[in-house]
């Protein structure tokens, strides 16, 4: 039977051949801190319902171990979500992927002594690793829900790890504990928060996945000045679950899908864009995501059966496109509601042809600390292509 150590050795041997995991500090903490201690159960999806698995439960302790140690975000929370009818509720904290962690904390160029800002403790196991490189002196990690935040600490302190977990709202960062020489978040926001800006040191650098509701990527920011960071998307996934200052609610700050949106009288065209593309392309859907802007979206997804791709937003707009031409090699499309979503991603498709077909490690963005003074931009910080931030 293999032990946890092995568990543990096999894990970060993986990380390492995957080449995910470089530096020798980052191995030896995966290694040896024990995962398994911050994730005593697990939610796992089965035919449609969220399964638990419980590590004290003799018949499951096996699958637990095993899940613990398999490159996989687990979730360990689910929170009602009535207006989006899902079974036990939408997932609310996990303990993220460790290939994600590695490649964000090797982007991240933790050195010794370096004061580091969490943003989303979860369950503590990052900022463990992120003690075991700087020391737990030197952390403060920032989780919104008070429960999971205790929960974390406990953990934490049951390994001999004593960083400062603070329950609250993470865009606030922790002023009292400012400033600081990295930041990195774990949960996906669609813009800068200043706070973190303002609280960071000259030279700082900041990870955080930056994304909307159709498509993100993480970015590594480094301030240029005490009022701006500047930095490009990495070529790492990230599809962390949104941050928001609500524990009771899985959905962003603003966002329902109470609204019923108006079908009657919609428009009715074709279009050359096959739809499946929006659903099955990264970086047309990252270009998507930029000229759609500020609209909390759903849909967007090829569907597991049916022959039609949909989208519709929070204001009530929709569409929906068949996914398969008509004799012409066009696709029937209808739109409706206050915006016209498909002619807007007609509009991007022919700027993303235009652009080569960029992926989003072409991308980079430039916050100050207000944030109507935040966009993305193409190729360079002075380039013609600019989109406005939030996502």
């Not at 994730?39 to 302790?61: I, N």
């Not at 650098?205 to 701006?228: C, Y």
């Not at 039609?308 to 707009?317: A, K, M, P, V, Y």
Request: hydrophobic share 40%; charged share 20%.
């Amino acid at each position: 039977m293999t032990s946890v150590v092995d568990h543990r050795r096999d894990l970060a041997s993986a990380l390492v051949a995957a080449g995910t995991v470089r530096s020798p500090w980052l191995r030896r903490a995966f290694e040896d801190t024990p995962r398994e201690r911050f994730v005593p159960r697990f939610y796992r999806s089965v035919s449609g319902h969220e399964a638990l698995v419980d590590g004290t439960d003799p018949q499951q302790h096996q699958e637990w171990l095993r899940g613990v140690y398999t490159d996989e975000a687990l979730t360990v929370q689910l929170t009602p979500a009535p207006d989006l009818a899902y079974g036990a509720g939408a997932p609310t904290s996990s303990s993220s992927m460790p290939t994600v962690m590695a490649g964000m904390l090797e982007a991240l160029d933790l050195q010794p002594g370096h004061r580091v800002l969490e943003i989303g403790t979860g369950t503590g196991y990052n900022a463990a690793l992120l003690c075991h490189r700087v020391g737990a002196h030197n952390v403060v990690s920032v989780e919104l829900d008070p429960a999971l935040a205790d929960a974390a600490r406990q953990a934490l302190a049951d390994v001999g790890l004593f960083p400062a977990v603070h329950a609250g709202d993470g865009t606030a960062g922790l002023a009292t504990a400012a400033p600081f020489d990295r930041i990195i978040a774990t949960a996906a926001t669609d813009h800068i928060p200043p706070a973190w800006i303002s609280q960071l040191t000259p030279g700082g650098i900041i990870i955080v996945d930056l994304r909307g509701s159709l498509a993100g990527s993480l970015l590594r920011l480094t301030a240029l000045d005490p009022d701006i960071v500047e930095g490009t998307f990495q070529d790492l996934p990230g599809a962390f679950m949104p941050m928001r200052t609500r524990v009771d609610s899985p959905h962003r700050d603003g966002e329902s899908w109470d609204q019923v949106f108006d079908q009657r009288n919609p428009q009715r065209t074709t279009t050359p864009v096959d739809p499946g593309l929006i659903a099955d392309n990264p970086s047309l859907r990252f270009m998507a995501q930029l000229h759609l802007a500020g609209r909390r979206l759903r849909g967007f997804l090829r569907p597991l059966s049916g022959t039609e791709l949909s989208g519709r937003s929070t204001d009530g707009s929709w569409f929906t496109a068949r996914l398969h031409p008509d004799n012409d090699g066009l696709f029937p499309v209808a739109q409706g509601g206050p915006r016209r979503l498909w002619d807007t991603i007609e509009s991007c498709y022919a700027l993303w042809q235009r652009l080569g077909e960029p992926n989003a490690a072409q991308f980079g963005v430039t916050a100050y600390d207000d944030t109507a003074l935040q966009h993305v931009w193409f190729d360079n910080p002075d380039s013609q292509y600019q989109w406005p931030l939030p996502l």
